[in-house]
């Protein structure tokens, strides 16, 4: 299985697609009168990303399962690209919010919930001081904006191949010669990159020092274990390394939990017993709601109110805006659902059962891999698996995009979801929610084995054909 041939898979690629296009024809139509309201025929242009050529349209979803408007039922390993790690419509969340709407969803004025949330947040992730926005993409801003005010800094450091959101400094990667240019063709929307961002490979401590050494960077910008170009693990000592070289330089340090908060009750930084200056956490955290979180260690707020006291006792009224938040930011609507969420729903044993299944399903996962003869590396994170093109674990960027396979990633995408399968659409990137079940697993590595079978009798080159 260590040769698939090219236009095989390009064939048995449009093969599918076509299979889905009969399969889907409501979604289809639907996909085509969205071209007349929305600029890519749908309400996010994210939606279109879907290797059927046109998105599957949801009717109803419930813990880990989904049905669309054709009438096909999907276990859903995608769960809102994390958006949904709760699983759909968590009985938790909904009567919380309900509950809320009712007493009023957003009143300018914080509620009794907002104690217990604070305490939480401090007991599962270290940091004491914590603040409220309306995205991960705004928590982001608001923390850098905070490591801008106090180190009298500009520049951001990213690693090639990240992804914060809509955080413009972090639109940047490394090309092949190595040098910074804007990731994916995003627009540079006016913004000098050369003045506000850095960028290197992740794992690589020495370019890491090389940057932080000009001592012009107000904070390092990551996630503790890559996941949104593909699954890529800190190897040993780079975290230290890290930390160690980001106090050296005064180089303030923030941790985007977005998506390695599938790692535990306490995301990565718990796992791991790291200890940032900041932290970013969004989607899964509201429960469907939309939610971002910032918490900030006691050096950093110790020196914002050094900045922006923290009670003037001149002033009756202070101006609170500082260039961040919105006045639906820390929303009574916000602080129930995440009340909800800690305290109900993504438990220390939900997360026992999300991590055990997804343990046991890249065991099983790799047991097909090597049955198949396939140069692939199956990759684990908690809640999260990933299959990726590469006959070893990846340990950048650039040794993911050089295993990347753009017409197999979408074979496999097409071929699962023409077989009742939902996993995240950028690359192949699955996570289990508190509803995941073992049939759900099941399902899964069934379709895979298939799907292996497929490409062997399909896909390969043969030799005769020279």
Same mark, same amino acid.
């Given at each position: 299985?260590?040769?698939?041939?090219?236009?095989?898979?390009?064939?048995?690629?449009? /093969?599918?697609?076509?299979?889905?296009?009969? *399969?889907?024809?409501?979604?289809?139509?639907?996909?085509?009168?969205?071209?007349?309201?929305?600029?890519?025929?749908?309400?996010?242009?994210?939606?279109?990303?879907?290797?059927?050529?046109?998105?599957?349209?949801?009717?109803?979803?419930?813990?880990?399962?989904?049905?669309? #408007? !054709?009438?096909?039922?999907?276990?859903?390993?995608?769960?809102? &690209?994390?958006?949904?790690?709760?699983?759909? $419509?968590?009985? %938790?969340?909904?009567?919380?919010?309900?509950?809320?709407?009712?007493?009023?969803?957003?009143?300018?004025?914080?509620?009794?919930?907002?104690?217990?949330?604070?305490?939480?947040?401090?007991?599962?992730?270290?940091?004491?001081?914590?603040?409220?926005?309306?995205?991960?993409? !705004?928590?982001?801003?608001?923390?850098?904006?905070?490591?801008?005010?106090?180190?009298?800094?500009?520049?951001?450091?990213?690693?090639?191949?990240?992804?914060?959101?809509?955080?413009?400094?972090?639109?940047?990667?490394?090309?092949?010669?190595?040098?910074?240019?804007? /990731?994916?063709?995003?627009?540079?929307? %006016? #913004?000098?990159?050369?003045? #506000?961002?850095?960028?290197?490979?992740?794992?690589?401590?020495?370019?890491?020092?090389?940057?932080?050494?000009?001592? &012009?960077?107000?904070?390092? *910008?990551?996630?503790?274990?890559?996941?949104?170009?593909?699954?890529?693990?800190?190897?040993?000592?780079?975290?230290? %390394?890290?930390?160690?070289?980001?106090?050296?330089?005064?180089? =303030?340090?923030?941790? +985007?939990?977005?998506?390695?908060?599938?790692?535990?009750?306490?995301?990565?930084?718990?796992?791991?017993?790291?200890?940032?200056?900041?932290?970013?956490?969004?989607? %899964?955290?509201?429960?469907?709601?939309?939610?971002?979180?910032?918490?900030?260690? +006691?050096?950093?707020?110790?020196?914002?109110?050094?900045?922006?006291?923290?009670?003037?006792?001149?002033?009756?009224?202070?101006?609170?805006? =500082?260039?961040?938040?919105?006045?639906?930011?820390?929303?009574?609507?916000?602080?129930?659902?995440? /009340?909800?969420?800690?305290?109900?729903?993504?438990?220390s044993a939900a997360f026992g059962h999300m991590v055990g299944l997804a343990e046991d399903l890249a065991t099983r996962l790799r047991s097909v891999v090597g049955k198949f003869d396939l140069p692939w590396y199956v990759e684990q994170l908690g809640a999260r698996v990933e299959i990726m093109f590469a006959p070893t674990a990846p340990k950048n960027a650039a040794e993911v995009s050089a295993g990347r396979n753009g017409d197999?990633?979408?074979?496999?995408?097409?071929?699962?979801?023409?077989?009742?399968?939902?996993?995240?659409?950028?690359?192949?990137? =699955?996570?289990?929610?508190? $509803?995941?079940?073992?049939?759900?697993?099941?399902?899964? #590595?069934?379709?895979?084995? +298939?799907?292996?079978?497929?490409? @062997? @009798?399909?896909? =390969?080159?043969?030799?005769?054909?020279?």
């Amino acid at each position: 299985m260590s040769r698939l041939s090219a236009s095989e898979v390009r064939g048995a690629l449009e /093969r599918e697609q076509e299979e889905f296009a009969r *399969l889907h024809p409501i979604s289809k139509r639907l996909f085509e009168e969205g071209q007349r309201h929305y600029l890519y025929g749908a309400p996010s242009h994210w939606f279109r990303r879907w290797a059927g050529k046109f998105p599957v349209f949801a009717r109803e979803a419930s813990r880990a399962q989904l049905q669309c #408007v !054709d009438g096909h039922r999907y276990v859903d390993f995608c769960l809102g &690209d994390t958006g949904a790690m709760c699983g759909h $419509a968590p009985s %938790a969340v909904t009567r919380a919010v309900s509950e809320q709407m009712d007493r009023g969803a957003t009143l300018m004025l914080p509620t009794e919930h907002a104690s217990w949330v604070g305490d939480e947040l401090t007991r599962r992730f270290g940091l004491p001081y914590w603040g409220f926005t309306t995205s991960a993409s !705004d928590a982001n801003r608001a923390a850098i904006r905070i490591a801008r005010m106090i180190t009298g800094r500009e520049k951001v450091l990213v690693f090639s191949g990240c992804y914060h959101g809509s955080v413009e400094e972090a639109h940047v990667a490394l090309d092949a010669s190595g040098r910074m240019v804007m /990731r994916n063709g995003i627009h540079g929307n %006016a #913004v000098d990159h050369e003045r #506000v961002s850095a960028v290197v490979e992740f794992n690589d401590i020495e370019a890491l020092e090389a940057k932080l050494a000009c001592e &012009d960077i107000a904070c390092v *910008l990551t996630e503790p274990f890559m996941t949104n170009y593909g699954m890529v693990a800190p190897e040993p000592g780079f975290h230290q %390394a890290l930390r160690e070289a980001t106090r050296r330089h005064g180089t =303030l340090l923030l941790m +985007d939990e977005t998506h390695t908060f599938s790692s535990g009750p306490g995301g990565y930084t718990a796992l791991a017993g790291l200890e940032p200056d900041m932290l970013v956490l969004g989607k %899964a955290v509201g429960g469907g709601i939309p939610v971002g979180l910032y918490g900030v260690s +006691d050096e950093v707020a110790r020196r914002m109110w050094e900045k922006v006291p923290k009670v003037d006792p001149t002033k009756v009224r202070q101006s609170a805006h =500082l260039g961040f938040g919105g006045t639906l930011a820390g929303s009574a609507l916000q602080v129930a659902s995440v /009340r909800a969420v800690l305290g109900e729903v993504l438990t220390s044993a939900a997360f026992g059962h999300m991590v055990g299944l997804a343990e046991d399903l890249a065991t099983r996962l790799r047991s097909v891999v090597g049955k198949f003869d396939l140069p692939w590396y199956v990759e684990q994170l908690g809640a999260r698996v990933e299959i990726m093109f590469a006959p070893t674990a990846p340990k950048n960027a650039a040794e993911v995009s050089a295993g990347r396979n753009g017409d197999l990633e979408a074979l496999l995408h097409v071929y699962f979801l023409n077989r009742g399968v939902l996993i995240t659409p950028f690359h192949c990137m =699955l996570l289990m929610c508190p $509803a995941s079940t073992a049939a759900d697993a099941d399902k899964y #590595v069934s379709v895979f084995e +298939d799907f292996c079978g497929f490409l @062997a @009798a399909n896909c =390969l080159e043969r030799e005769m054909r020279a």
